[in-house]
């Protein structure tokens, strides 16, 4: 099992910029998939970066352009870079980790709200 924990969630304006990052409680080497999902209420829940052990990172077509995602297995952690933020960027942002083929893991999930 691994535990993940988000941080850097919160509140800005349109255009601004927020960091997230997520730090594992092992190491993420033997981890074939990292990245984030976001959810509205209401809504499923949707890819938005995801960045594999090889370095093969997937975006979601609505944050290509706009958002980075970047993996440090020295560190444990998986972050993402938002720039260019939009309102409609507003929503819980949760991490996850996956080793193929078992499950998903998940953070408990980090508000970000962008104000127009």
């Known amino acids: 099992q691994v535990q993940l924990a988000e941080s850097g969630g919160g509140l800005a304006q349109a255009g601004g910029s927020l960091r997230l990052s997520c730090a594992a409680s092992?190491?993420?080497?033997?981890?074939?998939?990292m990245g984030w999902y976001r959810q509205v209420p209401g809504k499923q829940r949707e890819l938005v970066a995801g960045?594999?052990?090889?370095?093969?990172?997937n975006y979601a077509d609505s944050v290509k352009g706009r958002f980075t995602i970047s993996r440090d297995n020295a560190k444990n952690t998986v972050s993402l870079q938002m720039n260019s933020l939009k309102p409609e960027d507003t929503a819980v942002y949760y991490c996850?980790?996956?080793?193929?083929?078992?499950?998903?893991?998940w953070g408990q999930g980090t508000q970000v709200t962008v104000s127009s």
């Open positions: 092992r190491s993420t080497f033997s981890i074939n998939d």
């Open positions: 960045i594999t052990s090889i370095g093969s990172i």
């Open positions: 996850y980790a996956r080793r193929y083929p078992g499950p998903y893991y």
